[in-house]
């Protein structure tokens, strides 16, 4: 398994993550056969305190998967930021996670975005892989 | 007449890449036990150990939530249609202990 950020795309989601800083940072990703071509940010909608966690609320879902189909592309999964944690899935991320999508995290330490690492959900829902990200 | 439910990308997969499927029943737990009936794949990742709904899973009659009318007991017409739509959630370690 592997996910390659197109042109721009690594820049966008590290500016995401700073900007919401210390809050955490959410959105799509878009694109086609493993390659995310751009994203689309979204809202964080949880009512748990955006340092800690995000959500992305169903009317915003459907419209990532609109602006997918629009771009011709699809949505391959979604991105977020864990500030002042390590780019690794928490237990609460796996409770929550999808089949088959990717599940892109950049660290912000102190503003600054550090390392980025993306996951898949395994098939039985124990865990998560982590998959190879390059830059297309 | 038979119902249909819309299927989100990432289920996708495990109904042959279709966006949406035709199912039978009375009531929205109905359908959605004839989906996993036809779909076994998609059970854990609807349906907790338990057998309810996740929390993140959002079925909607129409345009309604199914939270708003009677959850899976809701009743359904001919022609009625579902959809299946995420809700993405996730945050970091702390908060959960570990």
Redesign the interface.
């Known amino acids: 398994m592997a996910l390659s950020l197109g042109p721009g795309v690594d820049a966008a989601i590290r500016a995401h993550g700073v900007e919401t800083y210390p809050n955490?940072c959410?959105g799509a990703l878009i694109g086609r056969d493993g390659v995310v071509v751009t994203t689309y940010a979204l809202p964080n909608t949880?009512e748990?305190?955006p340092r800690?966690?995000?959500?992305?609320?169903?009317s915003d879902?459907?419209e990532a998967?609109k602006r997918?189909a629009q771009a011709g592309g699809?949505?391959l999964g979604?991105y977020?930021s864990?500030?002042d944690?390590?780019a690794?899935?928490?237990?609460?991320?796996l409770d929550?996670?999808?089949?088959?999508?990717s599940?892109v995290i950049v660290s912000v330490r102190e503003g600054v975005s550090e390392d980025m690492t993306s996951w898949r959900l395994r098939e039985?829902?124990s865990a998560f892989d982590a998959e190879e990200l390059t830059h297309a | 007449m038979p119902n249909t439910i819309n299927i989100p990308t990432p289920l996708r997969p495990f109904t042959e890449k279709k966006e949406a499927v035709e199912v039978s029943g009375a009531t929205v737990g109905e359908l959605l036990a004839d989906l996993t009936k036809k779909y076994d794949g998609l059970r854990k990742h609807l349906y907790t150990d338990e057998g309810k709904l996740r929390n993140f899973v959002n079925v909607y009659l129409n345009d309604e939530d199914i939270r708003y009318l009677q959850k899976e007991q809701t009743p359904v017409k001919s022609g009625d249609t579902l959809s299946i739509v995420p809700s993405v959630a996730g945050g970091t370690v702390d908060g959960y202990g570990d």
């Open positions: 955490e959410c949880t748990e305190g800690r966690r995000f959500l992305v609320r169903p879902y459907q998967e997918a699809d949505l979604f977020h864990h500030p944690h390590p690794r899935p928490s237990q609460y991320d929550h996670a999808w089949p088959f999508f599940y039985d829902r």
